[in-house]
């Protein structure tokens, strides 16, 4: 099992995927292997291997082909999931049975499984089980691509999303069109939407609603970013997410209540109470994880539940870590690109931690104590893969969930009874529900005070992973039973992970991060002891905010939590949409602009100069702002360690550019330029670059873009000098890292990626 099991989670590292010939080759070398006696220890890598590479051959031949993007198609499909509608946008995914291309367009044999679509003007969004009949158009998944970032793409296809897109609504040939509803597909999701809408008409405040659907059904639609926030900060967000903890809980309770009512029937044999027992239990969590949506965690949970429950029944006992490792090797083969996603790694090592820990441990434990050291036991085991995966680790956690899981494991149960009494028993239910609800106020409120008290939660930068491992020994020396000298060893093995790496520039070098953030721009310069970031993304009208959603995880993941200085180019949103995020998230000394339509500490004006760690900063325009556009009010900063020199330019366009070459002449020469308004035809003119000469030219746009950036003629302009050029849209994040000599490293962050769903 761990052979097969290891051979399986390897392959959604692989870069990419070998031809597919390799389906054939696969079962051929199976029989091979059955017949010669010595090689059938390798029997199970190659079947775990052969199961990966299947499943990575079905997502990529499902994956939407290059021709069928930005056109329109007719989907004929079943809404599935839980919709979304904010205003007058739905956002829901569609179960596709049918895509029909233009005849103009080769039908492809393949198609999507699964689509994600927004319908902007909608009435109402569409229910689950419901069919439809829509003109789309749709993409391929694309995601931010930056170190430490959010794959979504990885997100996308491990949800069985193979592309997303919106619904074409006005002068159609194709109109949206309602059909039958679906019989089987959609059906629980309905019967979650049901359950929600039924906890929605209860008088109850908007936030704990969100709560309580978070905790009862897995929606997590109504938490919004500060309630998450407050849920990291405070090491409790497992707990609003259905999880082991919840599944667990439930199965526990189930067998306890039908092997008491069993009790009373003194005719039953014990083998036959402790079989309806199990069974119940089997049931009644294998429903709740599905009313939570089958996520991961609910999976895993549940294999458990069936490995301890049938291993009751009578059959084959099993040790903890067997049935841990049978967990894994279910869940894989269900979906083998969980591998990849952090809730994997954080539910079995959770899981294993507890299992570690308690081993060790022989004669009886009090209740109290046992809650404890489970606590001690999770935050010591998980602490290594926090710093890992996210930098940081809210330090009173254990207490904090010594109190909390209690109180949820009491109140889930409750909470559960009173929606079924809603349905039955509509007073009753929505009394005893107010009642949860207010406990559950009350808990919320305790936890935003704890918040407060702990910020801001202490960050580490990227930790290597031999320290990783290092922490991981670490702990299983620190888990060990008290009678075991030497453990205190353990704290020590600590120390390369919680101490900060060194990971700044030398005197007189610098790094330059050109973040992918899509249509925007936001640009990260560290030196020695200080950080300026330049321009803070876009923020859209749909209320995602490229800060949040890529400026920030790359800072958390470099460990910088305080910046030097903010610039701000000029006001357009592409450029100042991340503002207010970055100021809420990071400590920032100083706000300069270039537009005094940005609310800043100050202007950035011709002529200002400052120098850190053997760096200057000049700033080359604007010096005047009167009579010029929004555009040509970017504020220009030139950086130069004197081997080396760095032009960022805004949003200036050919009449700024035709100033700064009159100006400054050589001195306006670089080595490395950011392209003017992500490359646009009215930038980057033939004269600026004669004069600027560079090396080197980075373009921050958006893929596939509807504006064309970068304009071909920008791109010929660059090809015809032999300029090297580099795009966020197609590369993602583009890092150098200068030298104070000079020498440049170009590091480009697409090609750093390991995952075949990325080719």
């Not at 990849?340 to 434990?365: D, E, N, Q, T």
């Not at 970031?533 to 749909?542: E, K, L, M, V």
């Not at 959603?549 to 200085?565: E, K, M, W």
Request: net charge neutral; glycine share 8%.
């Amino acid at each position: 099992m761990i052979r097969f099991c290891l051979a399986l989670a390897s392959i959604s590292f692989w870069p990419s995927l070998p031809a597919p010939i390799w389906l054939l080759v696969l079962p051929i070398l199976v029989l091979f292997i059955c017949v010669i006696s010595p090689l059938r220890p390798l029997l199970p890598i190659v079947l775990g291997a052969a199961w990966g590479l299947a499943s990575g051959y079905w997502l990529l031949f499902h994956q939407l082909p290059e021709h069928g993007q930005g056109v329109d198609l007719v989907a004929v499909g079943t809404v599935v999931g839980l919709s979304e509608q904010r205003g007058d946008r739905c956002r829901f995914d569609l179960a596709v049975d049918q895509l029909i291309y233009p005849a103009s367009l080769e039908q492809p044999r393949w198609t999507p499984r699964k689509v994600r679509l927004t319908w902007y003007r909608c009435v109402a969004a569409p229910e689950p089980a419901q069919r439809w009949q829509l003109q789309v158009r749709l993409k391929r998944p694309h995601g931010f691509v930056n170190p430490g970032g959010f794959d979504y793409p990885l997100y996308l296809f491990s949800n069985g999303i193979d592309a997303s897109g919106y619904v074409r609504a006005g002068r159609l040939d194709t109109p949206p069109q309602r059909l039958d509803d679906a019989r089987i597909s959609g059906r629980v999701d309905r019967w979650r939407a049901e359950k929600i809408e039924l906890l929605r008409q209860q008088q109850l405040p908007s936030q704990i609603q969100a709560l309580l659907a978070a905790l009862l059904v897995g929606d997590k639609r109504g938490l919004d970013e500060a309630t998450w926030k407050t849920l990291r900060d405070t090491g409790t967000a497992h707990l609003f997410v259905i999880s082991g903890l919840h599944i667990g809980m439930l199965a526990s309770l189930c067998f306890g209540l039908v092997y008491g009512v069993c009790r009373l029937r003194p005719q039953w044999r014990y083998r036959h109470r402790i079989t309806a027992a199990a069974l119940s239990a089997i049931l009644g969590s294998g429903a709740y994880a599905l009313l939570s949506g089958w996520g991961v965690p609910s999976q895993r949970a549940w294999v458990m539940v069936c490995a301890v429950m049938l291993s009751l029944i009578g059959f084959r006992a099993m040790t903890p870590g067997q049935r841990l490792w049978l967990a894994a090797t279910a869940v894989l083969l269900i979906e083998p690109l969980a591998v990849r996603l952090p809730g994997f790694w954080l539910s079995f090592a959770a899981c294993a931690a507890l299992i570690y820990a308690f081993s060790g441990h022989l004669g009886k434990v009090g209740f109290i104590r046992q809650l404890l050291w489970a606590q001690i036991a999770i935050a010591i085991g998980l602490t290594p893969w926090l710093l890992f995966l996210f930098q940081q680790w809210p330090p009173l956690s254990p207490v904090i969930n010594f109190i909390a899981i209690p109180l949820v494991t009491l109140l889930v149960p409750a909470a559960l009874v009173a929606m079924l009494l809603l349905s039955i028993w509509p007073t009753v239910g929505a009394g005893v529900l107010l009642g949860l609800a207010q406990l559950l106020d009350w808990g919320w409120q305790a936890l935003t005070w704890v918040q407060y008290l702990l910020a801001p939660i202490p960050t580490i930068g990227p930790a290597p992973l031999w320290a990783v491992l290092l922490a991981l020994f670490g702990a299983m020396l620190l888990l060990l039973p008290r009678a075991v000298a030497g453990r205190w060893i353990g704290l020590i093995l600590w120390l390369p992970l919680l101490l900060p790496q060194p990971n700044s520039p030398e005197e007189g070098a610098f790094n330059l991060t050109l973040l992918d953030v899509g249509q925007g721009l936001a640009v990260l310069v560290q030196t020695q002891q200080h950080r300026l970031i330049y321009d803070a993304g876009p923020r859209f009208r749909s209320g995602f905010n490229a800060a949040e959603a890529a400026i920030v995880p790359y800072l958390n993941s470099q460990g910088v939590r305080q910046l030097d200085r903010l610039l701000i180019s000029h006001a357009d949103s592409d450029h100042s949409g991340g503002q207010a995020v970055l100021e809420s998230e990071l400590q920032i000394e100083q706000t300069f602009t270039g537009s005094d339509k940005i609310d800043a500490q100050g202007l950035c004006r011709a002529g200002q100069e400052w120098s850190w760690d053997g760096v200057v900063f000049r700033i080359l325009h604007p010096d005047d702002v009167q009579g010029l556009s929004e555009n040509n009010r970017s504020c220009v900063l030139q950086i130069d360690n004197g081997r080396h020199r760095v032009l960022l330019t805004g949003d200036i366009e050919a009449e700024v550019e035709q100033l700064l070459v009159e100006r400054y002449a050589d001195a306006l020469q670089a080595a490395t330029l950011v392209a003017s308004h992500h490359g646009s035809r009215s930038s980057t003119t033939e004269a600026f670059l004669d004069r600027v000469s560079p090396q080197r030219v980075l373009i921050s746009s958006g893929w596939r873009n509807r504006f064309g950036h970068p304009h071909p003629e920008v791109v010929a302009r660059l090809l015809e000098r032999q300029v090297e050029s580099f795009n966020t849209a197609t590369q993602g994040a583009i890092q150098l890292k200068i030298s104070a000599s000079g020498e440049t490293e170009v590091l480009v962050a697409r090609e750093q990626l390991w995952g075949y769903w990325h080719q």
